[in-house]
Nanobody, 124 residues
Framework: QVQLVESGGVLVQAGASLRLSCASS????????MGWFRQAPGKEREFVAT????????YYADSVTCRFTISRDNAKNTVSLQMDNLKTEDKAIYSC?????????????????WGQGTQVTVSS
């Protein structure tokens, strides 16, 4: 069983930057792709970003491309999401997840394990 714990979510103003982190208890963390997803109030959970097992390949939702950066540290079993130029529409609960595969994947059904999430609030 893999446990994922997110941290870093806070209240910020529009235009600010924020870095989320996710720590994994998995012994095979470095073998699988990781992803970040978010769920805004009243909306379904949506894909944000994914990174492959080595960290060399990444993929982003159109809404966050050029503003968010996903990265991972396999030595520390962590994956991070650097969020720049935050907008009010970025307000959501952000969750990390471990994929079933090594390469990048945006489909939620391709993820095995999920964290509880961390709240990001962006004020105008």
């Amino acid at each position: 069983q893999v446990q994922l714990v997110e941290s870093g979510g806070v209240l910020v103003q529009a235009g600010a930057s924020l870095r989320l982190s996710c720590a994994s208890s998995g012994r095979t963390f470095s073998e699988y792709a990781m992803g970040w997803f978010r769920q805004a109030p009243g909306k379904e959970r949506e894909f944000v970003a994914t990174i492959n097992w080595s960290g060399q390949n990444t993929y982003y939702a159109d809404s966050v491309t050029c503003r968010f950066t996903i990265s991972r540290d396999n030595a520390k079993n962590t994956v991070s999401l650097q969020m720049d130029n935050l907008k009010t529409e970025d307000k959501a609960i952000y969750s990390c997840a471990e994929a079933k595969y090594a390469e990048i994947v945006a489909y939620q059904g391709s993820y095995n394990y999920w964290g509880q999430g961390t709240q990001v609030t962006v004020s105008s």
